[in-house]
């Protein structure tokens, strides 16, 4: 089974400034997908960021980019420029692409690192 | 309007009591799933369903049964509650042929069990 782990419980960020949040999984899938999911206070889940396995190239998605790296089984989140707004709970996710396997269909989710952001 | 909503948003109840939790989609998905959040322990898989007929035990399904009546409609039931299951609940929604078959998340359920 997948497992994925976030080591980092809380982080603190000065807005404007540049954050990255861990996330290292624990797979023997060569094909799969992650996620970075941010929850805030109000309690939903929104997606943030994706990344294919497949592709090489980092996923960006305007402030918010990845560090994918295969080998190693990481997979950071860069935060660029803070934003009040971005103060929230983040989860790393692992989504297995084998459909013969126990976990296909699911994501398994790290602990999460809450992220505060001072003024 | 929300794509996936859940119902209710908060619900305290008593130990023994049958709960159900509702979810409905707008978005058109086949797939739909229920999480629980707990501290400290992200979410975990509860139950899982590809299609109206199609129904999938997750990691934690013991105590829990689901129903899915119709492609937006998936119900979670606790049978008879117990103070453990007192969690956030999340209905999640995702369509294998978008990219990375990404699951949408509804506002969830705080539901307290006493």
């Known amino acids: 089974a997948q497992t994925v782990t976030q080591s980092q419980p809380e982080m603190s960020v000065q807005e404007a400034e540049t954050v990255t949040l861990s996330c290292t999984y624990d797979?023997?899938?060569?094909?799969?997908?992650l996620f970075w999911y941010k929850q805030p206070p109000s309690r939903q889940m929104i997606l943030v960021i994706r990344?294919?396995?497949?592709?090489?190239q980092n996923a960006t998605e305007n402030r918010f980019s990845v560090n994918f790296q295969k080998a190693a089984k990481s997979f950071s989140l860069k935060i660029s420029d803070s934003q009040l707004g971005d103060a929230a709970m983040y989860f790393c996710?692992?989504?297995?692409?084998?459909?013969?396997?126990?976990?296909?269909?699911?994501?398994?989710f790290g602990q999460g690192t809450i992220l505060t952001v001072h003024p | 309007d929300a794509d996936v909503t859940q119902t209710p948003r908060n619900r305290i109840t008593k130990t023994g009591k049958r709960i159900m939790l509702e979810c409905s989609q707008t978005?058109?998905?086949?797939?739909m799933y229920w999480y629980r959040q707990d501290p400290g322990l992200g979410l975990r898989l509860i139950y899982y369903?590809?299609?109206?007929?199609?129904?999938n035990k997750g990691e934690i399904s013991d105590g829990y049964s689901v129903s899915r009546q119709a492609q937006a409609k998936f119900s979670l039931s606790l049978e008879s509650a117990i103070p453990n299951q007192t969690a956030l609940y999340f209905c999640?929604?995702?369509?294998?042929?978008?990219?990375?078959?990404?699951?949408?998340f509804g506002p969830g359920t705080r539901l307290t069990v006493l």
């Open positions: 999640a929604t995702s369509d294998p042929l978008a990219r990375a078959d990404t699951q949408y």
């Open positions: 797979t023997s899938e060569s094909d799969y997908y």
């Open positions: 990344q294919e396995a497949y592709k090489q």
């Open positions: 996710a692992y989504r297995s692409l084998n459909a013969g396997g126990t976990s296909y269909g699911k994501l398994t």
């Open positions: 978005k058109g998905h086949d797939r």
């Open positions: 369903s590809f299609d109206v007929k199609d129904i």
